[in-house]
T-cell receptor, first 112, second 110 residues
């Protein structure tokens, strides 16, 4: 499968714990995005990388959230001191300049 | 502010009936509009881009800048069209960041 992959697919954690998600984009794509989706809503933009540079962050991304894309390949999204409100599907997507955006299967986070 | 509105949460049609999924947007720049589809237990997939002006799986969508709409249409619904459909707005100058609507679930029944 040459599409966007995400790991893990499901994560259950207790409030206050830290979690980290990984995204592997389509290999030739230079842009990588993180979105969050809650029940009954469409995906909401969190942050975006062009190669290894993080160029934009949404106001949704509090200081407990941090994303990295070392060497412009895979990306990680870390949430520190998780809260119940962080429970959501976290989607990664990638694109090449001028082309469509392709989504991964998502990581479903449940904070208990 | 950029916004995408999909007024219907659920659209139920009979097999063979025409389908129209509504999408309206607000954006001050030059919009790029997309339709994404999510079948049961599958990832979000790109269905249509307005700049491509193509028909995918029998679906078409025309950008109407006067009415700020990008409705998705299909003349004859099939059972396999049952899915969640999201309209999305791309932001010019911000590297394809997308603003999504809340989605419409299309249910095609016999």
């Amino acid at each position: 499968d040459t599409g966007v992959s995400q790991d893990p697919r499901h994560k259950i954690t207790k409030r206050g714990q830290n979690v980290t998600f990984r995204c592997d984009p389509i290999s030739e794509h230079n842009r990588l995005y993180w979105y969050r989706q809650t029940l009954g809503q469409g995906p909401e933009f969190l942050t975006y990388f062009q190669n290894e540079a993080q160029l934009e962050k949404s106001r949704l991304l509090s200081d407990r959230f941090s994303a990295e894309r070392p060497k412009g390949s895979f990306s990680t999204l870390e949430i520190q001191r998780t809260e119940q409100g962080d429970s959501a599907m976290y989607l990664c997507a990638s694109s090449q300049t001028g082309a469509g955006t392709y989504f991964g299967p998502g990581t479903r986070l449940t904070v208990t | 502010a950029q916004r995408v509105t999909q007024p219907e949460k659920l659209l139920s049609v009979f097999k063979g009936a025409p389908v129209e999924l509504k999408c309206n947007y607000s954006y001050s720049g030059s919009p790029e509009l997309f339709w994404y589809v999510q079948y049961s237990r599958q990832r979000l997939q790109l269905l249509l881009r307005h700049i491509s002006r193509e028909s995918i799986k029998g679906f078409t969508a025309d950008l109407n800048k006067g009415e700020t709409s990008f409705h998705l249409k299909k003349p004859f619904a099939q059972e396999e069209d049952s899915a969640m459909y999201y309209c999305a707005l791309g932001h010019t100058g911000t590297a394809s960041k997308l603003t999504f609507g809340t989605g419409t679930r299309l249910q095609v029944t016999l």
